[in-house]
């Protein structure tokens, strides 16, 4: 057979199978097409980030009961304790006694005599600085405030972060406060701001009993179930006896002034 022949024999088989295969692809049946949707779906947004774990928890509410009191330092200047005495909203006083490493408030002595004059119960309170040693701290509030001169459970008034790790700043308010419970027999009462607690704070000293600062018209809580004696309502407050502002507090829930007071 030519070259010739063998080339047309071919392209005469190839055009037959052609010819069979669309034959057959008429009979088969789309039984596995997907049908076309009629609305395509939209685009899949953005990934969005996850709200903060303490936004996922509860808020603990609070109910504020009827006693209040109030804390002073140098600021208000000299008081007239027996104005102060005659106000029926002050059931105790916090009077600032030490700061940081060596700082001791001019009033101090002055304050915390004058309300025991009066008869008003009272208590101290220290600044805590964490840049400064903790026990170089404790060394400044030991040398300054006597147990046997104070009626009300010491505060710890914890405001500023730092600039050293959180680990550090946690492990170093720790040695503080348990070197004032130490010295009165009790644990401290932490001083804290809403704010300062949710970002500092949360879930790491979960044995203390707080007084936290909220200038609003109610205090609807901390997400952490600790127990709240105080809430620092203003610091803007009126007291008879005081010029100027002074700051304010009110017991929560069911503390009252027994709560605070130091056993004997």
């Known amino acids: 057979m030519s070259l010739r022949l063998s080339c047309f024999c071919a392209l005469l088989l190839l055009a037959a199978a052609s010819s069979a295969d669309k034959k057959k692809s008429k009979q088969i049946e789309p039984i596995y097409a997907l049908p076309v949707p009629e609305v395509l779906p939209s685009a899949p947004l953005p990934d969005r980030p996850l709200p903060a774990v303490r936004e ?38 916090y009077v600032k006694a030490t700061e940081g490493a060596g700082y001791v408030d001019d009033f101090y002595l002055r304050n915390l005599y004058g309300a025991k004059r009066v008869g008003i119960p009272v208590g101290v309170y220290h600044f805590f600085r964490p840049t400064a040693s903790a026990l170089v701290q404790l060394e400044n509030f030991r040398s300054n405030v006597d147990p046997r001169q104070q009626d009300l459970i010491p505060v710890v008034d914890v405001e500023k972060r730092g600039r050293c790790s959180l680990s550090q700043f946690h492990r170093s308010l720790k040695a503080f406060l348990d070197g004032v419970e130490r010295m009165f027999g009790v644990k401290p009462i932490i001083y804290t701001g809403v704010n300062f607690y949710a970002k500092y704070l949360e879930g790491k000293f979960t044995g203390y009993r707080f007084m936290v600062a909220r200038y609003a018209e109610e205090f609807p809580g901390l997400c952490d179930d600790v127990p709240i004696v105080l809430w620092q309502y203003s610091c803007t407050g009126k007291v008879d006896g005081i010029k100027g502002h002074v700051d304010r507090s009110v017991f929560l829930d069911r503390y009252t002034v027994a709560d605070i007071m130091l056993p004997r």
Do not use: C, M, P
């Open 56 to 93: 996922l928890l509860a808020i603990i509410r609070h109910t504020v009961s009827q006693g209040q009191g109030i804390d002073v330092s140098h600021y208000q200047g000299h008081i007239n304790w027996e104005g102060v005495s005659r106000d029926k909203n002050v059931q105790f006083v």
